[in-house]
């Protein structure tokens, strides 16, 4: 068997196993099989075309891995309750114990720290934060416009240059309403909360916004300039439209 579209699959875990089954998601740009942890239970991420007996024999090879995240989760969950009951009582936001990039191909855990904390702290290597508590939702506003410009201004500087386009400035902001914008006189701005959408999803809003350099409209010519560099720009597009922002990237 072959898993060949976007719907999800469940494999059964070995019975002592907390988490009993395992949430399968299809990503078009993934290479290899990938194990993500959340408070929810596992996701594993799955290339195109990878048959069911390859999944099976690469779960059991990270039965090890599993029980530790299960370790892992379940403490940052004590220590997350602690802190909501202690610091955020008058709040209605819950506090993310996961921040998942890329469309979730990447996973960034989250601890809260306590009062008197103005600071945040960011381990790339762990892919960890340390997040104040009080107003954490600046914190990670702030946190996410930093990271997107890293990784952002190196992509669409990339597709430019494989497009032939020139663009004058690039600028990262955490807008409410666009995923990104081109004005007249060539400077592009695009929302640091794609970051956390899916690489071919950014893509596409990146290609949009070079191609409006050439035609600062979306007649005819707009679209058929899009299509030469996002030939998928339709379900692109539509998958846009289904997006669903965690409620601290605006609040």
């Known amino acids: 068997m072959t898993i060949r579209n976007n719907s999800v699959a469940a494999f059964k875990l070995p019975d002592r196993s907390p988490f009993t089954q395992i949430e399968c998601k299809l990503h078009a740009s993934a290479k290899r099989l990938k194990l993500l942890a959340g408070s929810s239970g596992i996701r594993l991420i799955i290339p195109p075309r990878c048959p069911k007996h390859v999944i099976q024999t690469f779960l059991l090879s ?13 403490a940052l969950r004590r220590q997350d309750s602690h802190s909501q009951d202690s610091h955020s009582q008058n709040s209605t936001m819950r506090f993310p114990e996961v921040i998942e990039l890329y469309g979730g191909m990447e996973q960034i855990t989250c601890v809260g ?32 416009i930093h990271q997107a410009k890293q990784v952002l201004t190196p992509r669409l500087q990339r597709l430019a240059h494989d497009g032939g ?65 996002c030939p998928d720009w339709q379900q ?16």
């Open 62 to 74: 990270q039965e090890a891995w599993l029980n530790e995240q299960v370790q892992r989760l379940n």
């Open 236 to 251: 692109r597009r539509t998958a846009l439209k289904t997006v669903i922002l965690p409620t601290w990237v605006y609040q």
């Open 165 to 229: 386009f020139e663009y004058q400035v690039l600028t990262i902001r955490l807008t409410r309403s666009r995923w990104g914008s081109c004005s007249t006189q060539g400077n592009i701005m695009l929302s640091a909360a794609l970051l956390l959408l899916a690489p071919e999803l950014q893509d596409y809003v990146m290609w949009h916004e070079l191609c409006h350099l050439r035609h600062p409209n979306h007649s005819a010519h707009f679209w058929n300039e899009v299509s030469r560099y």
């Open 113 to 144: 720290l306590g009062p008197g904390t103005n600071r945040l702290t960011w381990d790339a290597d762990k892919r960890l934060l340390h997040v104040p508590t009080d107003n954490f939702q600046h914190y990670l506003q702030r946190w996410l």
